[in-house]
DNA sequence: ACGCCGACTTGACAGCGTCAAGCCGACCGC
DNA sequence: GCGGTCGGCTTGACGCTGTCAAGTCGGCGT
């Protein structure tokens, strides 16, 4: 229960859009919530979109973390694998965090260089994981395998959280398990 | 030029989506560009989310027919491969579109059963070059592997549209380059 | 004691999506 | 030929939104 305002907004955001959906976001309500009036959420944050900024940054952040901290294991292969089952397992715990994150028509990164930078630890984790994995690569080709192993663990956590994989498994236990054989399947050829 | 409001409509969203944006698209501007009263739209309209969602159900009929065309080739192989270079390029191409569809807070599905159809339409295409590729396979396997096409090519898709793999590569001939080099390192091991 | 300044409030404005009602010309049955 | 219905559209209003502009007020430094 912290009483700055700041983070009271920024939970509320979180909160209302947990409730509402990314349309459901809005500054007045926010604010209401908060038990301040419509204009005070304007003193720490320039406008709607710097809101969203903050939040995204701190989605990229518990990302990067997330991802180092399950990156261990035996094997290079072994760490990447479980980075990259980190990585769609943040999605479905924190589906409002991932959501904003890429979502840019909300942000505009270019105004907001903490995100873009934040979104660059993320990305630096998965490249330097995938350099131990294939370290005699061409830099092409290793570029090529960055976007696939991103691509395939990005792809499935949107199917899930936004798209029709997340309907066709509505029970979390089956989305999980769903996931474990994807991940599987795609780790044992490469 | 069509002069029936109703295409006019959908073609003016197009077009504001493409010039300003999700959040540009706005009922009364669309109606302003059709050069008719901001409450005619609703005529052929119950109200926003059916004019997306008219647009999502031609984005999918348009995908599906992209992957169709797409899938000849000598081996099941080949063919899934290309299918799924088509939903790329289809990306690539219809950015607008491809948004749209994979925007659930804009659409809430359950309300527009054609766009739910229009998607599993597209889904069996890919469901069924799978299945043609890998006949033998488990059906838990099976699904494994549909998911994990559509995963790397949704992926893929996504973050060249939305995310940092479009800022990395600004320039569209590089771009189809890394489409086609992930792709084909991918297909070479499935 | 005075002025400043951070933290907030109050008020206003344009634009939005949408409900409600009205207008008008074309077609249909009589 | 004519009243009635109806599709296609307009006009007007409401509450909500994000945001600009200006004011209030308490504490702090000098």
Not at 23 to 44: C, F, I, K, N, T
Not at 47 to 56: F, Q, T, Y
Not at 102 to 118: I, K, Q, S
Not at 131 to 141: F, G, I, L, T, V
Request: glycine share 6%.
């Amino acid at each position: 229960m912290t009483t700055d305002l700041k983070s009271q907004v920024l939970e509320a955001s979180v909160q209302l859009i947990a409730e509402q959906g990314l349309a459901g976001l809005s500054m007045r309500e926010v604010a209401r919530r908060a038990g301040v009036s419509h204009q005070a959420p304007y003193h720490y944050f320039d406008d709607k979109a710097a809101i969203v900024a903050a939040l995204v940054e701190r989605g990229f952040t518990l990302l990067s973390e997330r991802m180092e901290a399950a990156a261990h294991g035996s094997s290079p292969g072994q760490k990447l694998e479980r980075a990259g089952h980190a990585y769609v397992t943040f999605a479905l715990d924190e589906p409002v965090y991932f959501r904003l994150m890429f979502r840019p028509e909300l942000t505009d990164l270019r105004r907001f260089p903490g995100v873009e930078a934040a979104g660059a630890r993320a990305y630096a984790v998965l490249e330097r994981l995938v350099d131990e994995h294939a370290p005699r690569a061409a830099q092409a080709k290793r570029d090529a395998m960055v976007s696939m192993h991103w691509s395939l663990v990005h792809g499935l956590a949107t199917l899930l959280v936004d798209g029709p994989l997340g309907a066709e498994f509505p029970d979390a236990a089956a989305r999980t398990r769903h996931v474990e054989q994807v991940i599987k399947l795609f780790a044992t050829s490469f």
